[in-house]
Structures are given as C-alpha cells and as structure tokens.
T-cell receptor, first 115, second 114 residues
C-alpha cells in the first residue's frame, strides 16, 4: 500500500480564485504525476516530474502549474479557477520495480468544483 | 490508432462467472504492463503487473502476448465486489531509452450481479 496524500479531498470555490492542490508522498519516489479525470471518463496526464526542480507538461493541455522543490511534495496551482476546471485531480508517484518496471500509486484525489 | 485500446463494456455478469478483458497496445517497444482497478469516484489501484510468462494472483490471471501486442485479464468465480472499471496500462520507452510515462486505457466496466 502506497503512502500518498492529497488535500483537500473536496473543494468548492468561486470563479477567479487562486487554488493550490497539495500532494505529498513519504516513499521517497522521484517520479510524481498529476492526472485530471472527469466522471466516467479516462485519465489525462497534465503534469509530471522526474525529480526535484524537474517539471514537464503532460499530454493534456492545462492552465495549471506545478512545482517540485522537495522530493515528497508536488503541489498543483490554478491562478484563476474557472468552471471548466471542475474535475477530479489525481496525484501519483512511481517506483521502479525490477520485474514490473515503473509502477504507479495514486493518491485519493481532489474533487474540485468551480462555481 | 489509440496507444492502448480496451472494450469499454459494460460487462454484466452473474456472480460466479468467469470474465475476460482484452487490451491491445500499439507501441511494440512497450516494456511494462499492468492492470489497475478503479471503483466509482475513487482513485485507480494497482491490481497486478503483467509478466511475459503470464502470472496469477488468486482468482485473477494476466497474460501478455508480445507478438500480437495483446494483454488479457481473466477473473474466475467473480464476486459482487469485483464490480469496477479495469484499466489496461502500458509503459513505453522514451526515444532516449529510458522508461516513459504510463499510458492508460479508457477502461472496461464490469458489473457483477447477484
């Protein structure tokens, strides 16, 4: 079982607010990821990091930004939230296992609603 | 062509049935393969990795066919608690030779009925 945490779990906020979604893991994993998922739809990778001071955009364009100042912490920020940002945001980290390869573990997610 | 393709289902089966999910992937350089399970409004959880020789974990059996670029998951004696969406996941190599990011399929929904 992976130790990866996300806060808040649920957030309802008004348009134009700045928000930061927190993600932390205590396993010392170098690789971390943010995914966006709408109900009943597939996961979309929006950001990833291969280590401290490394951040890259994922396959789905997102107005959010991320930072990776510490190994265990990978926060996601929206400068000005809009209703189109309403979604579930899932954080993950991964470790390389010799037999299985890069294996990802997910946090419980943050369900964001922008009014 | 999508990198990872799965039958979206839903698969509606009675308790005790055997159900098989199939998945195809397009990148022949793919190195790692997984099945994840995702319950409604929850995060995906690793169900099992898929090894070249095939592997079994209790009622679950995963198989890999590299020649056909095909992965399968078999669930025997299905339980009500198996109801979930099953995601096929593939890891491809980067051009530089290092492991890239995971590619998730859209998932196959399973509903096990009493």
């Amino acid at each position: 079982e992976a130790d990866i945490y996300q806060t808040p779990r649920y957030l309802v906020i008004g348009t134009g607010k700045k928000i930061t979604l927190e993600c932390s893991q205590t396993m010392g994993h170098d690789k971390m990821y943010w995914y966006q998922q709408d109900p009943g739809m597939e996961l979309h990778l929006i950001h990833y990091s291969y280590g401290v001071n490394s951040t890259e955009k994922g396959d789905l364009s997102s107005e959010s930004t991320v930072s990776r100042i510490r190994t265990e912490h990978f926060p996601l920020t929206l400068e000005s939230a809009r209703p189109s940002h309403t979604s579930q945001y899932l954080c993950a980290s991964s470790e390389y296992l010799r037999e299985a390869g890069d294996t990802q573990y997910f946090g419980p997610g943050t369900r964001l609603t922008v009014l | 062509r999508k990198e990872v393709e799965q039958d979206p289902g839903p698969f509606n089966v009675p308790e005790g049935a055997t159900v098989a999910f199939n998945c195809t992937y397009s990148n022949s350089a793919s190195q790692s393969f997984f099945w994840y399970r995702q319950d409604c409004r929850k995060e995906p959880k690793l169900l099992m990795s898929v090894y070249s020789s095939g592997n079994e974990d209790g009622r679950f059996t995963a198989q890999l066919n590299r020649a056909s670029q095909y992965i399968s998951l078999l669930i025997r004696d299905s339980k009500l608690s198996d109801s979930a969406t099953y995601l096929c996941v593939v890891n491809c190599m980067n051009y530089g030779g290092s492991q890239g990011n995971l590619i998730f399929g859209k998932g196959t929904k399973l509903s096990v009925k009493p």
